[in-house]
């Protein structure tokens, strides 16, 4: 398995460069950028293409941005596999209103051209939210019936779509979650499986062996139980994830990809994580 860093764990003042540089310098195999909004962003601009500015990966990245990115690609030999977003927090598949249904479509859509675009192979999408006013069955209706739609352009371009199991109060079985995929029934929608997102309810390892090959790709963060909340999540081996029960099941389905950390960034000395959780994932890896 391959160490792997998604960026949101480092500083947000980091330019992209930087992001490569440190995620590179600690010994990570793959980065995972995020896509946002179109936000333009003032940039410090250089003679070599602007590689050192603050570049941010948008839904509307130019042929001229996905060249500077690709460049520090091949630059730092570091490989995007994925790419994540938190779009779908604010446009979910399952909303009661058509339009912001259509654009999490869009944004799906744009989020496959991109990451063909920059090498990689797995997009993550956070599949629905339940509240109050947005009920479960609907939530699986309307995220099934996205998710069947968009199936076929995933599988024409070769990019999986990668469902995030997060505390949205949705899929909260891992036989709902295979029945969800296996009813889709595409080798192009899958899990991306947070491991440190579903302790708060159930066991990884369990997870990992029942999700099996639908599994593309992992997530990973640590949780402590005794305070519960969101404020529970920590860093790798500071929480009460069983590692080596989670490596020995991953083994055992064959998983051989990146274990991509999405941590809270260090309030200083931001670099430091991506020392420290190299380390960490140096060690599970090897469990």
């Known amino acids: 398995m391959k160490k792997g860093m998604n960026v949101w764990s480092l500083p947000?003042?980091?330019?992209?460069?930087?992001?490569?540089?440190?995620?590179?310098?600690?010994?990570?195999?793959?980065?995972?950028?995020?896509?946002?909004?179109?936000?333009?962003?003032?940039?410090?601009?250089?003679?070599?293409?602007?590689?050192?500015?603050?570049?941010?990966?948008?839904?509307?990245?130019?042929?001229?941005?996905?060249?500077?990115?690709?460049?520090?690609?091949?630059?730092?030999?570091?490989?995007?596999?994925?790419?994540?977003?938190?779009?779908?927090?604010?446009?979910?598949?399952?909303?009661?209103?058509?339009?912001?249904?259509?654009?999490?479509?869009?944004?799906?859509?744009?989020?496959?051209?991109?990451?063909?675009?920059?090498?990689?192979?797995?997009?993550?999408?956070?599949?629905?939210?339940?509240?109050?006013?947005?009920?479960?069955?609907?939530?699986?209706?309307?995220?099934?019936?996205?998710?069947?739609?968009?199936?076929?352009?995933?599988?024409?371009?070769?990019i999986v779509i990668g469902l995030e199991n997060v505390w949205n109060k949705f899929l909260l079985s891992p036989l709902e979650f295979r029945q969800l995929l296996d009813e889709i029934n595409s080798a192009y929608v899958g899990a991306y499986f947070d491991i440190g997102n579903i302790l708060q309810y159930g066991f990884p390892e369990q997870w990992i062996r029942i999700l099996g090959d639908k599994i593309a790709k992992i997530h990973v963060k640590d949780f402590k139980q005794s305070i519960g909340s969101i404020q529970g999540f920590t860093n790798l081996l500071q929480g009460d994830i069983n590692w080596k029960a989670c490596v020995a099941e991953l083994k055992e389905i064959g998983y051989d990809g990146p274990l991509t950390c999405e941590l809270s960034p260090y309030k200083m000395n931001g670099q430091q994580l991506a020392l420290d959780t190299a380390g960490a994932l140096s060690y599970i890896t090897k469990l």
């Open 12 to 158: 947000k003042d980091f330019s992209l460069e930087e992001q490569f540089k440190v995620t590179k310098e600690a010994g990570f195999d793959t980065i995972e950028l995020n896509v946002t909004e179109n936000v333009v962003t003032e940039s410090i601009v250089s003679k070599d293409l602007a590689l050192a500015e603050k570049l941010d990966l948008t839904l509307d990245a130019d042929e001229n941005t996905l060249s500077r990115i690709k460049r520090l690609v091949d630059k730092y030999q570091l490989p995007i596999s994925s790419l994540s977003t938190a779009l779908h927090w604010t446009y979910p598949l399952n909303s009661n209103d058509e339009k912001t249904r259509e654009k999490g479509k869009l944004i799906i859509r744009r989020m496959i051209d991109l990451c063909k675009s920059l090498g990689g192979d797995t997009i993550l999408v956070v599949p629905g939210l339940v509240t109050s006013d947005q009920s479960y069955d609907k939530a699986y209706e309307y995220a099934k019936n996205a998710l069947l739609e968009l199936a076929p352009y995933a599988e024409e371009q070769k």
